[in-house]
């Protein structure tokens, strides 16, 4: 591993477990917990809608048809609760704005990450919040609230209604390089999976794996990234160079497909396999969603 930065015109932070300090099991117990409260309070049967919400967000991982992530969702939903009548969208933003937010009441943010963002901006780096697009961006928002960082310090945060697939499939890394107007080069990707986050790096994206909250699924050789606490990452990034060349006007929506696929045609050396990154995806939220009992509060 070459310790030297590159000369990055854009910085892509993953969220959970990477600037926010969380325990994503024990997060999405509780969510889900507080999504079943929130309807039978107000007359739903909380067993079918989580069904129905399971149902939703394993279309997001799996489908790879152009729409985006929030479009599948809504999709698959809808169809599995049929002729309710409730008008589901300014339901959950209730939800979002409210017991949501209130999840993170005993987070404990780590001072490091503000830290490292505060000095990163300074330097004049663009910043991109890449966490994984399968929440509306009044949860993204939430969440970022709870590490203690504003949203605005963002150029570009994913979430369901502006990505079109879900990590660690290539084309939501292409989805980024498009938006950000930059080759995989260019990048640096902060995250702590050396699966979801660190396959940015296939198409040419430098990496650094913050092991505070390490998820390593692969067995991956450490060595190889560059790496540290997020005490150590703020320090590297302390010691990097203002930006010289900084991306500019990333964009914040969707991506066309076909800039997506041409970012992507052109940063991929080959070693990324697409196949399998869809396989990981799929097989992640079966284990996420599976956690969770069928229809009952005790989630």
Known sequence: MDPTPRAYRAICFDLDGTLLPMDLDVFMGRYFAALYDFMEARGIEGGPFL???KAGTRAMAVHDD?????????DTFTDLMGDADVDWEPLLTEFYDGP??????????NPAAAAAIETLAAKGY??????????PPTAVRHRLAWAGIHPEAFARLTHYENSRTVKPRPLYYAENLAAAGVDGADVLMVGNNTVEDLSFMHLGADGY????????????????????TMADFAAFAAALPPCANPASAVKMGPIDPAEAEAARA?????????????AHAAAA???????????SREV
């Open 51 to 53: 069904e129905a919400l």
């Open 66 to 74: 152009g729409r985006t992530n929030a479009e599948a969702f809504w």
């Open 100 to 109: 949501f937010a209130a999840l993170g009441a005993d987070v404990e943010p």
């Open 126 to 135: 663009p910043l991109l919040l890449t966490t994984m697009p399968m929440f």
């Open 209 to 228: 794996l913050v092991t505070d909250w390490l998820l390593d699924p692969a067995g991956f050789d450490l060595a190889s990234v560059k790496h540290g």
């Open 266 to 278: 052109a940063n991929d050396g080959g070693s990324l396999d697409g196949t399998r990154a869809a």
């Open 285 to 295: 939220t079966d284990d996420v969603l599976a956690a969770q009992a069928p229809g």
